[in-house]
């Protein structure tokens, strides 16, 4: 069974650090997805990965996907007050093809 | 384009009734996928259905049904509820079969039992 982990689950830092959240897949996985919870609202899509050594920037997010090692990255540049959230990554399973969420990481970014 | 649509965006139940959500897909496609977000649990997938049919199901229990209508729209029904299904279900619409397009995830619909 897939299972998919992310680390750290809670992250607090300071205005302007920088910091990369980690999300490992225990399977083979055909595509890798971002999103970001804001509290009590619903899930928006950040990133989309879809190849080994795929890289993917927005703003001040940068994701990336290795497929040999299963682990995807997150990270953040310079953060800000506005990036406090929950992050999650989800993974699609060859063969069965749902999709399976991490535990998510809530970031929590102190001005 | 709209979004996903769920209704109603709150719910209060008593534990022995039963609920039915509803959701509206982004206009075009074609999958709808439902899942359940608890504090404890997180993100747990329930089912997705496709051309009205369901294509995967999650481990949930009998008690949590749904259906897919020829326009897209899909309902979720939950019978003789627990208070252990209070929660916030979402509810994500994609192109074609979740396992090879993005989801788009509506506001949700949170979900109460008493």
């Known amino acids: 069974e897939l299972k998919v982990e992310q680390n750290p689950l809670f992250l607090s830092m300071q205005e302007g650090k920088n910091y990369t959240i980690y999300c490992n897949y225990s399977?083979?996985?055909?595509?890798l997805y971002w999103y970001r919870q804001d509290p009590g609202k619903s899930l928006e899509s950040l990133f989309v990965l879809l190849s080994n050594g795929a890289v993917k920037q927005e703003g001040r997010l940068m994701a990336s996907l290795d497929t040999k090692a299963r682990l995807s990255t997150l990270h953040i540049t310079a953060a800000v007050h506005d990036l406090s959230a929950t992050y999650f990554c989800?993974?699609?399973?060859?063969?069965?093809?749902?999709?399976?969420f991490g535990t998510g990481t809530r970031l929590k970014v102190l001005a | 384009k709209a979004g996903v649509t769920q209704t109603p965006r709150y719910l209060i139940k008593t534990r022995g009734q039963q609920v039915t959500l509803s959701c509206s897909p982004i206009s075009g496609h074609r999958s709808v996928s439902w899942y359940q977000q608890t504090p404890g649990q997180g993100l747990q997938f329930l089912f997705e259905y496709f051309s009205e049919t369901q294509r995967n199901k999650g481990n949930f229990p009998g008690r949590f049904s749904g259906r897919q209508f020829s326009n897209s729209r899909s309902e979720m029904n939950v019978s003789t509820l627990e208070l252990g299904d209070s929660a916030l279900y979402l509810c994500?619409?994609?192109?074609?079969?979740?396992?090879?397009?993005?989801?788009?995830f509506g506001p949700g619909t949170r979900l109460t039992v008493l």
């Open positions: 994500a619409s994609s192109l074609g079969l979740a396992g090879y397009n993005e989801q788009f």
């Open positions: 989800a993974v699609t399973t060859s063969g069965t093809y749902k999709y399976i």
């Open positions: 399977t083979t996985s055909d595509r």
